[in-house]
Structure formats: structure tokens, C-alpha cells
């Protein structure tokens, strides 16, 4: 049977849209093998969110057709979408972007049988939720479970909507459907998520919204751990973090996007919220889950930001105190409004802000992850490394220890924290005899 190894840049919707692919190729015959291995054919997932994004991408299209110049490619994804003839040099016998991908199999069959490169990237103006499925996540213990695609946003600095469209949601009874095979094939936690998952529901004759499918799934035999994907700020009220506080098994940890701790920059850039209504939104999830990680994305050097912009999202960072920062610094997007925006900075100054941002994170998530120390907490078991498994709790804090088992959710005490401030080490508690 013919071999196939996928390779994945970018989100959890592009790794849940890659192994969707994967899939279809086994149903097709095809035996999937590691990257690292030789393979009659590659599936490249590429990503275009940042300038680093596309560089990452495009180098590792070279290097396959470099590696294995005889192996059959495929290029899918955001930065084929958005640069529908940038590979026609590349080697590539199938180019899709992020439409028609349930049809790869046999889009890629036509080509090898016509002997020739099929350029399959559609404009995504009219585009409607594709029935992607996936139902295994090799080698892991959690499963991602895509319910949304696209972004209505369209904030200044984002490439989303140009590569992914508007926002649609995938059909409720398609959701549960799908939990429920992902958790009969085993997995203990499910990650529930989507290009702009604030936005599900509306479009749906349904009525049914983010909330809704968090209770249902959380309703469902088996399962023992929820987790969502990135939330925007306005979604947060009362009635909605209420409402994820009735389902126990979700995990107490959120990811409300920030993006900048300057009003005058959230304007800039198109948000929708400001930070007061941010910081409403973390004092909510705290008030209903005591002890919450709470993590979020910034920006660093947007077009105009001032030194007292950079303070002022500093100032922010270290008074919400987050368990995790992900930094970028601002990247130009062609054909977004911020490309061509006054008062671009320098990638040095990006750099040094993007710098001191993420030193602070470090800061801030010691300072979260030290009040761990002396606690029992339930850990999901992934992997073995150096002599320790290694897992996670439900507010996504990584825990080693010895005498684990991989896809156990096991209770462990809390002992130290690790050098590196990220990682901590903890003994596993013996289940009690019975009797």
C-alpha cells in the first residue's frame, strides 16, 4: 500500500483539518508514517498567519522536494489559499486551500492518473462550513473537535478572513455525533475549537451557541475533561461563564484574547472590546472558577504604538498576572488594513517589546504555577521523556512524574516547580485499597 506523512503548521483547526485529510487518505488505503520517514506521499498544512508563518511553510516545501525529489506532494491550507499561484514551481502534484479538502483523495487521484498539477484553491467569498470528520488524534491522549469555521472580525492586522472566510458553524447534531466516536475510541479529553469559536451559533437554524454544545458534550458517557479554545472578551458575561460553571468537566482553563493593553490600540486594530470589558471578563471566569489559568495572545509593536501604549499593556499583563503568554510581534499582512497604516515600526523595536513581553510572561507564570506547590491535582498522562511522564492538569500546567500511566487521569501532589518555570514535579498519589 502506498505510505503518506502529514505535516502541520499553524492552529489546533489546522492540525484537527490535516488529520481530517489524513484520514481520508487510510479510508483510501494509504498506511500513514512519520514525517521523518520516507513516504510516497507528503501533505503539507501550511499556515500564513504571520511573515514567519509563510517562511516556516515554504521551507519545509523546499526541503521535502529537496529530501525526496521522487515523493508525490500536496501544499493545503491558509497560504495556499491566500497565494493560490505561488507554487506552481514547487513541485506540488495537488494545491488546495481551505475549501473541498473532503474531496483530496480524490482530487490527488486525478492528477497522478492525468499526470499533472491540479490547482484546486477556490475564492472563499461564498464559502460554507465544509463536514470535515476526524475521529483519532494519533499518539495523543486529547482530541481536537472542530465546530466553527472562519471570522466575521475582520480586525486591521488579521489575514483570517481572506484565507478562512466568514464565520459558520457546524451543525449541532455533527458535533455530538463526532464527540461521541472520539471518546469511544478512547480519549479522556476533548478540545473543543474553531478559527473564531466565540462565533458559533448564530448562523445555525438551531439556536444553539458555544455554551450549549460545552453542556452536551459535557453530558456525554466517557468523557472526563472539556477544554475550549480561545474566547473573545465580549462573549464573557454573567450568563454565559454561569452557564460553563454547571459543566464539570470542563477544565478551569480560558483564553481570552488581549492583543494589546491600550485602548487607543484595540481601536487601531479593530477589536471589539475594551480593557475594562477585558479585565470584566477575567474577574468573571476567576469569581466561577477559583484558581482559572488564564492565558492570552499579544501583540507587540502594532503600526503607531507608542513607548507609553507598550507600558500601558505591560502594566496590564502584570496586573491580570496570566498563566501563559503567547507573544508575536506585529507582522505585515498584505491586503489588511494595518499594511498600510502610519507609523510602522521597526522589526527592532518589535523585537525588544515582543522581548520584554514575554519576559514578564515567564514571570507571571512562575508566580501562578508556584502557587501549585502542596496541592493535589488531577493529570492527564500523554507521554514518557528523560525518565518522567508527563501530563497536564485541567488548567493546562504540565506536571512530570514517575510511575505514571499514559491516558490515566491520575491524582498527583504538587511538589516544586522546575527551573524553567514552566514545568512542574509531583508524586503520584496510590489509589486507595478497596475495603
Known sequence: MPSIACYTLGCKVNQYDTQAMLESFINAGYTPVSFKKKADVYLINTCTVTGTSDKKSFQIIRRMKREHPTCELIIAGCLAQRNRDGFKDNGARLIIGTQNRSRIVELFHEAL?????????????????????????????????????????????????????????????DIISEAEALIKAGYKELVLTGIHLSSYGPDLEEGHCLADVVTAVNALPGIERIRLGSLEPGLITPDFTKKLASAEKLCPHFHPVLQSGSDTILRSMGRKYDIATFLRSVSLLRSYFPGASITTDVIAGFPGETEANHRETLSVLESVGFAKLHVFPYSVREGTRA??????????????????????????????????????????????NNGYYEGYTGEYVKVLARN??????LSVSIKSLLRDGERMLGDIIPDEPDG
Open 404 to 409: 505514571a500511566v499514559p491516558g490515566q487521569v
Open 113 to 173: 492518473k492525468s499526470d499533472v498539477t491540479i490547482n484546486d484553491v477556490r475564492p472563499i467569498g461564498n464559502a460554507v462550513y465544509e463536514p470535515l470528520h476526524a475521529c483519532s488524534c494519533e499518539g495523543k491522549t486529547r482530541a481536537t473537535l472542530k465546530i466553527q469555521e472562519g471570522c466575521g472580525n475582520r480586525c486591521a492586522y488579521c489575514v483570517v478572513p481572506i484565507t478562512r472566510g466568514h464565520a459558520r458553524s457546524r451543525r449541532f447534531p
Open 339 to 384: 499594511a498600510s497604516l502610519p507609523d510602522q515600526l521597526t522589526e527592532a523595536v518589535k523585537e525588544d517589546r515582543a522581548r520584554e513581553i514575554t519576559r514578564l510572561g515567564r514571570k507571571t507564570a512562575a508566580r501562578y504555577r508556584e502557587e501549585f506547590i502542596g496541592t493535589v491535582k488531577h493529570v492527564l498522562f500523554e507521554s514518557f
